[in-house]
């Protein structure tokens, strides 16, 4: 299938598709005679693996890591569970940076008063050095 099609079947755009195929992410496909890239099944499953990688937060190269362990029929089932594990730690310490960002967002919108006068308490604090 084309490109076209392949996106519309891995739910990838073809801007990530082209872009993954840069990268190294997945394999160059073959090409048509008119010149036109040509994708395999197996290239719309490495696709969606990919999708789903990146839903959960994965980077790039940690997808490569779990893209070689998918392919590796010998792989041990901790090394997975490791990188699982630790984009999890990562993703939690960002949910509280986040929160935090939020409380004080919030904080200062307590503290700005919102009328017709200039003076507000959320322009100060991002004044601040």
Not at 49 to 54: G, S
Not at 99 to 125: F, N, S, V, Y
Request: hydrophobic share 40%.
């Amino acid at each position: 299938m084309n490109i076209g099609q392949a996106s519309r079947t891995s739910g990838v755009s073809q801007r990530m598709i082209r872009h993954y195929e840069t990268i190294g992410l997945i394999p160059p496909p073959a090409r048509r005679d008119s010149g036109y890239r040509d994708y395999a099944d197996a290239d719309l499953h490495r696709l969606r693996f990919i999708a789903n990688a990146r839903d959960l937060g994965f980077p790039i190269d940690e997808i490569r890591s779990l893209l070689g362990l998918w392919n590796d029929r010998d792989r041990q089932s901790m090394d997975v569970k490791r990188l699982a594990l630790a984009r999890a730690d990562e993703l939690h310490r960002k949910a509280l940076a986040l929160e935090a960002m939020r409380k004080a967002l919030l904080d200062l919108a307590e503290q700005c008063q919102g009328d017709e006068r200039p003076g507000c308490p959320i322009i100060d604090a991002l004044n601040t050095a």
